[in-house]
T-cell receptor, first 115, second 115 residues
């Protein structure tokens, strides 16, 4: 069975600084997707970034980038130039590309950006 | 907003009540999902529908009954719930279940309290 672990329940960062959220996962499969979702307070969860496991290049989306280490089964999210609007719960998620097609989510990291 | 709406946003019900949660997506997606989000726990996938057909029932108790009359609408019928069923219930949709179109778009959720 696949599992996703986010070991940092809460984090804080000063505005304009850089922060890294960690995520590890466990699977015996080789083909899968990884995602980071953001859930702001009282707002809808939205996709931040996704990574296909077959791609060696790390995905980036503006200030958000990942460090994907397939052998180590690690998928961390780096937020550069943190902004107050980045305050949210961040969920790491895993999905196999075949079979059950279901997402496995981590428990989330609550990030607070301080002014 | 992401094009996925959920009603009601808040619901309080007794253990003997029958109620329904509604989800509607305006994105032309073919897959829809129900999740349960409880504090300090990973999101729990409950049901998956693909082209109106249920493809996943993640061992959900029968007091939760889903219905998907078409690809745009998803219901969750509730009856004889327990206090531990109190949670945020999230609906999501995706273009497809696979083929690189698995990114999920979430609704705002229904906050359910069972007394």
């Amino acid at each position: 069975a696949q599992t996703v672990t986010q070991s940092q329940p809460e984090m804080s960062v000063q505005e304009a600084e850089t922060v890294t959220l960690s995520c590890t996962y466990d699977t015996s499969e080789s083909n899968y997707y990884l995602f980071w979702y953001k859930q702001p307070p009282s707002r809808q969860m939205i996709l931040v970034i996704r990574q296909e496991a077959y791609k060696q290049q790390n995905a980036t989306e503006n200030r958000f980038s990942v460090n994907f280490q397939k052998a180590a089964k690690s998928f961390s999210l780096k937020i550069s130039d943190s902004q107050l609007g980045d305050t949210a719960m961040y969920f790491c998620a895993f999905m196999l590309t075949s079979g059950t097609y279901k997402y496995i989510f981590g428990t989330g990291t609550r990030l607070k950006v301080l002014a | 907003e992401t094009g996925v709406t959920q009603t009601p946003r808040h619901l309080v019900m007794g253990m003997t009540n029958k109620k329904s949660l509604k989800c509607e997506q305006h994105l032309g997606h073919n897959a829809m999902y129900w999740y349960k989000q409880s504090a300090k726990k990973p999101l729990e996938l409950m049901f998956v529908y693909n082209f109106k057909e249920q493809t996943e029932n993640n061992s959900v108790p029968s007091r939760f009954s889903p219905e998907c009359p078409n690809s745009s609408h998803l219901f969750l019928h509730l009856h004889t719930l327990q206090p531990e069923d109190s949670a945020l219930y999230l609906c999501a949709s995706s273009p497809r279940l696979a083929g690189g179109q698995e990114t999920q778009y979430f609704g705002p959720g229904t906050r359910l309290l069972v007394l």
